[in-house]
C-alpha cells in the first residue's frame, strides 16, 4: 500500500479534534500524533508558522516544478454564511514583513474532519530557502480565526 494510501485510511480510522496538518511537505515539528485528538503539533495559532522555527531540513524543489501539497483539515470550522479558506503561500526568510506569495487559496467547505486536501502547485524561479505556510481561516466567530503550519523548501538555482 503507497504512503498516500496509508495517510488516507489512518486519517479515517483514527478519530482526531486538531484542526490543520501540513503532511506533504512536512510541516516543522514533528508528525507522531497527527491522528491524535489535541495534538500539539498541529493545533498553532500564532502567525506566521505558529510559533515553530525553522527545523534545519529543507526538501529540495526546482523552479517552476508542480508539487503537490496536501494538507489536512482536522477539526471542521465551517461557517456557512461566511466561508472560510486555506491557502498556501511562500515566504522569503530574507525579506521579513514582506508579502507572501500565495500559491493556492481554496474555499472552505462542509467537508467533515480528517478530510485531507491535496492540490498541485507551482514552484516560482526564486531559488533558496523559503517558508511553505499553509492557513486555515475559519471566518467562524465561535473559532479561532486561523490556524498555521510552515514547511521549510530550499528552491535549487536554475542551471541552463
Known amino acids: 500500500m503507497s504512503l498516500p494510501s496509508l495517510l488516507v485510511l489512518a486519517s479515517v480510522l483514527v478519530p482526531s479534534w486538531t484542526h490543520l496538518c501540513l503532511i506533504s511537505p512536512?510541516?516543522?515539528g514533528s508528525m507522531m500524533g497527527i491522528n491524535t485528538a489535541g495534538a500539539p503539533d498541529c493545533i498553532l495559532l500564532k502567525s506566521p508558522c505558529?510559533?515553530?522555527e525553522e527545523r534545519g531540513t529543507a526538501i529540495s524543489l526546482m523552479p517552476h516544478e508542480r508539487f503537490v501539497v496536501t494538507?489536512?483539515?482536522n477539526l471542521d470550522h465551517f461557517n456557512k454564511?461566511?466561508?472560510g479558506?486555506?491557502?498556501v503561500s511562500l515566504m522569503d526568510p530574507e525579506r521579513p514583513g514582506a508579502q507572501p506569495m500565495e500559491l493556492l487559496k481554496m474555499n472552505d467547505s462542509s467537508?467533515?474532519?480528517l478530510t485531507?486536501?491535496?492540490a498541485n502547485v507551482t514552484m516560482p524561479a526564486m531559488p533558496g530557502h523559503k517558508v511553505m505556510q499553509a492557513r486555515y481561516v475559519t471566518n467562524n466567530p465561535q473559532a479561532p480565526p486561523a490556524f498555521y503550519q510552515c514547511a521549510?523548501?530550499?528552491?535549487?538555482p536554475r542551471f541552463s
Open 111 to 113: 467537508d467533515p474532519a
Open 81 to 83: 454564511t461566511n466561508p
Open 85 to 87: 479558506y486555506f491557502s
Open 26 to 28: 512536512p510541516q516543522r
Open 50 to 52: 505558529g510559533g515553530r
Open 152 to 156: 521549510d523548501i530550499h528552491i535549487e
Open 71 to 73: 494538507f489536512q483539515k
Open 116 to 118: 485531507l486536501y491535496s
